[in-house]
């Protein structure tokens, strides 16, 4: 007798092939039958109507803190993920010394917005090196699988010290020691490395992070590990400062290790063509051997902006600072005083303060023309005459005004500002990213910019968006959409027990109401450790998701289940 048997539903296995109709059959924590008429389960399920898809498998996450204290992962798990990969960006918490905790911290704070008073009391520092690091979330129980990926920045302060925070190059030493300890933590289990040469990630200082300058042989001789190790991928967000030389060394490093290189690709407001650019050298490295992958956003990183939120277009001005201090009662009671509202927006946004963002969200400054009101449902594809500017002009008003009167309405009051990804006022470019079969998709970034950015929620917005209700462009197909986030992202890193219904397999399992499923508006709670504020995101339709066979939640609550667990690459 099977321990589940998920009846009649509507099979859509994670292949890309044709949805059909039959039952689903867990045992043992593994799928026993997929298709036809199972025997009997101990329990039941009847599924007519349902679709059943297999658990999503979110390769870009920053739960790197947070999975060592929380056992649910929320909102990735609310959303069908049942196995998430962290350590991206380059960002992480091992290896790491005592003296470079707080170092560590910041770093993750100014780049993946992660409050640090939550981290400080949430981590418990119960390793040093980085397979100590994969002990201690092995030691825990959880509601969905985790895997882990070396990150740059705690690796290269960890061997170089003082000497990587001031940027210096590392030396031939410097890059022996960093190959050593990358290849202990792939031995260990870790999915692969990242690193960072972007100026979208600075310090809390406004400082560029310990890797931005790293020179091509320090990420030769540290990529060179994947390949003495034989499994994991090297990944990498870049400016592709010269992108000739940066896809050079990127395909040498491929063809040299025979191991996947991948690095973050959008649209970007400063460059219309560069993402076109970029693939041609990613389609030329493949031609030449090397498995170059541009790893692709689903929709427009968009941040969002409120009176309760990290970022407005107000918040940058010296008169709006002394209201961030205040509690958001009490701050919306100032926000609708009209001598404060006339002083703010007589204000200019301070040089300093701009200064101190990411290259992109600099932009906050002049483009209303990108940013909208986030409605419930929220609209990520909206139109250009529904933006700021283009109200403000209806309206005779200045977007200034037209901001800051609905902010100051309701702190619940969002504006999504799309800060890469939406050069035309359409998704056109992400759907031709979406459909070439050298990206791997990712970019969810779950755990992170926890008071900017939320798009945790993107796997269910996947089938949403663009297989169900895309109105302005071309959908995809609901089967191409689902292998997109399973056995595409669990083969290309590594995950192979996962990722397709098929017997054998591991039973990770979604079953939802395909035509149910709604995405509500993003909310501000403040439930982590010392307080600290995330923005999360609700979603209606998932009906049970299973983790190696166990319902860790029914109808949208938690069953209590916590089958998740540490998977350490190369024993799997």
């Known amino acids: 007798m099977h321990d589940t048997v998920i009846r009649g539903g509507t099979i859509v296995d994670g292949t890309g092939k044709p949805a059909f109709t039959g039952d689903v059959a867990l045992e043992g924590g593994r799928i026993a039958q997929v298709g036809g008429k199972a025997g009997p389960g101990r329990r039941e399920i009847q599924a007519d109507g349902l679709l059943v898809t297999p658990g999503w498998v979110d390769a870009h996450t920053h739960y790197d803190g947070q999975a060592t204290w929380d ?90 010290g003082q000497r990587a925070i001031d940027l210096e190059a590392a030396t031939a030493d410097d890059i022996a020691t960093m190959r050593r300890l990358t290849a202990e933590g792939l031995k260990a289990g870790a999915f692969g490395f990242t690193t960072s040469r972007t100026n979208s990630h600075k310090t809390l200082t406004g400082g560029m992070v310990p890797s ?55 649209d970007r407001p400063t460059d219309d063509e560069r993402w076109r650019r970029l693939m041609e050298g990613v389609k030329s490295a493949r031609a030449q051997g090397a498995m170059v992958t541009a790893q692709v956003a689903g929709r427009p990183v968009g941040v969002l902006l409120g009176a309760d939120t990290a970022l407005n277009p107000f918040s940058i001005r010296p008169s709006y600072q002394a209201l961030l201090k205040l509690p958001i009662a009490e701050r919306m009671r100032r926000l609708q005083d009209p001598a404060v509202r006339a002083e703010i927006l007589a204000d200019r946004p301070s040089e300093a303060l701009v200064g101190r963002l990411s290259q992109f969200r600099q932009h906050i400054v002049r483009r209303w023309h990108r940013m909208f009101k986030l409605g419930d449902p929220p609209d990520y594809e909206p139109p250009a005459s529904e933006s700021i500017a283009a109200i403000a002009e209806r309206e005779g008003r200045t977007p200034d005004e037209v901001a800051y009167d609905y902010m100051a309405a309701d702190p619940a009051n969002l504006i999504f500002f799309p800060v890469t990804g939406y050069n035309v006022d359409n998704h056109d470019v992400i759907h031709s990213m979406l459909t070439d079969d050298a990206t791997v998709l990712g970019l969810g970034d779950g755990g992170a910019h926890c008071s900017s950015i939320l798009d945790a929620g993107v796997p269910t917005w996947m089938l949403t968006h663009w297989a169900r209700d895309r109105h302005r462009g071309a959908r995809l197909p609901l089967e191409f959409v689902v292998k997109r986030q399973t056995s595409e992202t669990a083969e290309f890193f590594g995950f192979h027990d996962r990722g ?49 066979g166990v319902p860790v939640f029914e109808n949208g609550e938690h069953t209590g289940a916590l089958p998740g667990r540490l998977v350490r690459a190369g024993r799997i």
């Open 71 to 160: 056992p649910v992962l929320a909102p990735s798990s609310w959303h069908g993920v049942t196995t998430i990969l962290f350590g991206n960006c380059g960002v992480g918490f091992a290896p790491v010394r005592q003296t470079h905790h707080e170092e560590l911290i910041g770093l993750m704070e100014a780049v993946e917005e992660i409050p640090g008073i939550a981290l400080a009391e949430g981590l418990k520092w119960n390793w040093e090196s980085f397979p100590e690091f994969l002990d201690a979330l092995d030691s825990m129980q959880r509601t969905i699988d985790v895997a882990a990926q070396v990150p740059h920045h705690p690796l290269r302060v960890y061997v170089m």
């Open 212 to 266: 931005r300058y790293s020179e091509v042989d320090e990420l030769l001789g540290i990529g060179r590990a994947l390949g003495d190790v034989g499994h994991g991928a090297f990944g990498m967000n870049s400016d592709f400062d010269i992108e000739e030389s940066e896809l050079a060394w990127m395909t040498q490093l491929g063809k040299e290790t025979g191991r996947p290189v991948w690095f973050l690709l959008t």
């Open 500 to 548: 397709v219904l098929a017997p054998g397999k591991k039973a990770d399992v979604n079953l939802l109401d395909y035509e149910g499923l709604r995405l509500h508006k993003p909310e501000v709670w403040y439930d982590l450790p010392a307080g600290g504020r995330r923005l999360m995101q609700r979603v209606e339709g998932y009906k049970a998701t299973f983790v190696s």
